[in-house]
Each structure stands twice: as C-alpha cells, then as structure tokens.
C-alpha cells in the first residue's frame, strides 16, 4: 500500500512540474524582488533573484512574467528580464487583445496597426504611437489644444480628440 502512494504521489508531482507553461530562458536584467501575483499592488514574497541570474520564463500576465530559478517563483514587471523573441510575440499578442478589448475591433484593430484618425481619442493615441517627443499646450476659452511633435510630423487634439495631422 505504502509504494503505491508512493508511486501516486510521484507521478502527481511529475505531472503538476510538467504541465506548467515553459516560454523561455533569459537572464535578469536587474535585481528582483518576486510579487505573490501579476500586480503592481501585489504583496512581495520577500524572494530576491539577483542581477545576471538566469532564470526559466513560464508565463506572461499583466505585464509581469511569471519567473522561475531554482526553488524562487514569483511575478517580475515586464521590462526586469531580457526579452527573447518568443516573449517579444507574446507581448506583441496580449498588445493586440489588450487594445481591441479596450477599444472595440475596429478602432482597436486600428491602434494594433499603429494608424491615426482624425476623431482618435488621446488614449487610442498612446496605444497607436506612445508618448510623443514634446507636447504643445494652449488653451482658447473652455477647450483645451495639444499639438504633439513626434518625428517627422505633428498631430492635434481639442479636449483630448485628434483633429488634425501635419508633416513638418
């Protein structure tokens, strides 16, 4: 009786170390402090994984990867460990269902291609091109006027809408 629990338990070991996701092995890019779940407001599990330590990747979430490295498991924000491709496509996919579930499968779809429309909110914006490289800022009565300077041309937004596009 005893050897065939033994030999269960073994087998339920094996299988639970197997089935977890493996996306990668990379190295840490900075010291990290683990986080008990994928959360900027998650607790740390007082587990530190030093700078330049390679680890095993098993799953990606809110911009945290899940890290392994010997018996320390735990949550990293995205950018504390080199990338390798393969969690490049993973980031470029969760992007892409981030941004059609925030903003609907045609504008989403938009952003996901990097395109500007005039009628674009300042957030489909951010999510098409990221921060620009200087902002203008002016008001005229109650509405507020941005012009954002990105390389090569300017975009414009009246309370917070593109409304127009220039090159330089």
């Known amino acids: 009786m005893k050897k065939s629990v033994f030999i269960l338990t073994f087998l339920l070991i094996s ?12 190295t ?5 402090d683990l986080r008990k ?4 407001f998650s607790n740390s599990k007082n587990q530190k994984i030093l700078k330049g330590s390679v680890v095993t990747v098993l799953d990606f979430k809110n911009n945290y990867w899940l890290i392994k490295k ?26 892409t269902n981030v941004n059609i579930k925030k903003f ?10 990097q395109s500007v429309w005039i009628g674009m909110s300042k957030e489909m914006l951010l999510a098409s091109y990221g921060e ?3 902002k203008n800022i002016n008001f005229y009565g109650k509405a507020r006027h941005e012009q954002w300077l990105y390389i090569g041309y300017y975009i414009y ?12």
């Not at 969690?87 to 992007?95: P, R, S, V």
């Not at 937004?157 to 330089?168: C, H, N, P, S």
């Open 132 to 134: 620009p490289k200087e």
């Open 37 to 40: 779940e994928a959360s900027l």
């Open 104 to 113: 609907g499968l045609k504008d989403g779809s938009k952003v996901n291609s």
């Open 70 to 95: 010997d018996t320390l498991e735990g949550w990293s924000p995205l950018d504390f460990i080199y990338k390798t491709d393969k969690m490049y496509k993973i980031i470029n996919k969760y992007q």
């Open 15 to 26: 299988i639970s170390l197997h089935s977890q996701k493996f996306i990668s092995t990379t």
């Open 28 to 32: 840490a890019k900075n010291n990290i």
């Open 157 to 168: 937004l009246e309370d917070g809408i593109v409304t127009a596009m220039q090159d330089k």
